[in-house]
């Protein structure tokens, strides 16, 4: 089996993990999530621990083969309004960039949820990158999310 990144990079424009309002969370362990979604050949797991903080790995499989790979932790301040920021953290994963699908764009406001902004800065490409993003209340950080991933075994994948 020999595919390319851009194989990878659309199948992962498709995905929506954890922000998608159709995923369906799983818990095979006290306190772990997973998210698994097929399509065809393909295969994507989010797996996650924790409340605030949280840590989580993303992978991709095609047929039975790991090909793509993302760790993640993060910090999302509870509070009254914990609620209204999931929401708003989800809708701004689901917009993600078509050249960076593993998070949000560079940056999210919505009208429908005033005073909440999403920022989201990272280098690399799909091969490798790493990131930070931030959810902000009226200019003030209320939560982080840091995260490193790319291409895994690449005797696989035409580079």
Do not use: C
Not at 57 to 86: A, C, H, Q, T
Not at 133 to 155: A, P
């Amino acid at each position: 089996m020999k595919l390319n990144s851009n194989s990878i990079l659309g199948f992962l424009n498709g995905i929506e993990g954890w922000a998608d309002p159709d995923a369906k969370e799983s818990t095979p362990r006290p306190g772990l999530k997973v998210i698994t979604i097929k399509k065809g050949n393909w295969t994507y797991m989010d797996q996650y621990a924790g409340g605030e903080p949280f840590q989580g790995l993303e992978i991709v499989w095609l047929k039975k083969v790991p090909v793509w790979s993302m760790s993640y932790r993060g910090f999302w301040n509870e509070g009254s309004d914990y609620k209204i920021m999931l929401k708003f953290v989800k809708k701004a994963l689901q917009k993600p960039p078509k050249n960076a699908p593993w998070r949000g764009p560079k940056r999210f406001t919505i009208k429908d949820i005033p005073d909440w902004g999403y920022t989201n800065k990272w280098q690399g490409t799909i091969k490798e990158f790493n990131g930070l993003e931030k959810i902000l209340f009226r200019g003030k950080v209320k939560g982080w999310t840091v995260y490193q991933g790319g291409i895994v075994n690449k005797k696989h994948i035409n580079l």
